[in-house]
T-cell receptor, first 113, second 114 residues
Framework: DAMVIQNPRYQVTQFGKPVTLSCSQTLNHNVMYWYQQKSSQAPKLLFHYYDKDFNNEADTPDNFQSRRPNTSFCFLDIRSPGLGDAAMYLC????????????FGPGTRLTVT | AQSVTQLGSHVSVSEGALVLLRCNYSSSVPPYLFWYVQYPNQGLQLLLKYTTGATLVKGINGFEAEFKKSETSFHLTKPSAHMSDAAEYFCAVSRSGSARQLTFGSGTQLTVLP
């Protein structure tokens, strides 16, 4: 089945230690999104890629970076995680068109110790 | 700018009772509206969407929603709640940007009582 895959599902990192979260898709969608979802809150968009074009949300901290080496993969890099970055990170994809219906992966739960 | 308001952060219903989750939107352009469901430690699953055309949209798991432009509402309903419906529900509106990014409401936690 075509899907959005996130690895790992659970990630523990230390305060200040760089961490990378991975997202892959078999849907061949050209748009990929990264969301941060803190406990009992709505998902908050960090940035998205439209093909190779990177689009950052205005309020996304510089501590968060992303890479998209090809259509299938997208990475979220947190350069120096703080305790406040503990959250669920969701990857989503959509195909360019009039609706842009988004398909979500299962998420990666990040814990910062 | 588009925004979404979900009234009621927690809703409890008895099994077999009507489910009604409220969503009001603000949009300067004709909106695309979505309802997503999230189970614990899972991603979001699309329940249904409104883009254009018929204002009553049917989704998965027996849910439906009605787009009411005059009330700027898109409430989610299900005639008879099932225990498996217990989850967090998010209403979202898509922006008019190049990738039609989603803006989510704050979510409603649905509890189904036996």
């Amino acid at each position: 089945d075509a899907m959005v895959i996130q690895n790992p599902r659970y990630q523990v990192t230390q305060f200040g230690k760089p961490v990378t979260l991975s997202c892959s898709q078999t849907l061949n969608h050209n748009v990929m999104y990264w969301y941060q979802q803190k406990s009992s809150q709505a998902p908050k968009l960090l940035f998205h890629y439209y093909d190779k074009d990177f689009n950052n949300e205005a309020d996304t901290p510089d501590n968060f970076q992303s890479r998209r080496p090809n259509t299938s993969f997208c990475f979220l890099d947190i350069r120096s995680p703080g305790l406040g970055d503990a959250a669920m990170y969701l990857c989503a994809t959509s195909t360019a068109g009039t609706i842009y219906e988004q398909y979500f992966g299962p998420g990666t739960r990040l814990t910062v110790t | 700018a588009q925004s979404v308001t979900q009234l009621g952060s927690h809703v409890s219903v008895s099994e077999g009772a009507l489910v009604l989750l409220r969503c009001n939107y603000s949009s300067s352009v004709p909106p695309y509206l979505f309802w997503y469901v999230q189970y614990p430690n899972q991603g979001l699953q699309l329940l249904l969407k409104y883009t254009t055309g018929a204002t009553l949209v049917k989704g998965i798991n027996g849910f439906e929603a009605e787009f009411k432009k005059s009330e700027t509402s898109f409430h989610l309903t299900k005639p008879s709640a099932h225990m498996s419906d217990a989850a967090e529900y998010f209403c979202a509106v898509s922006r008019s940007g190049s990738a039609r990014q989603l803006t989510f409401g704050s979510g409603t936690q649905l509890t189904v009582l036996p």
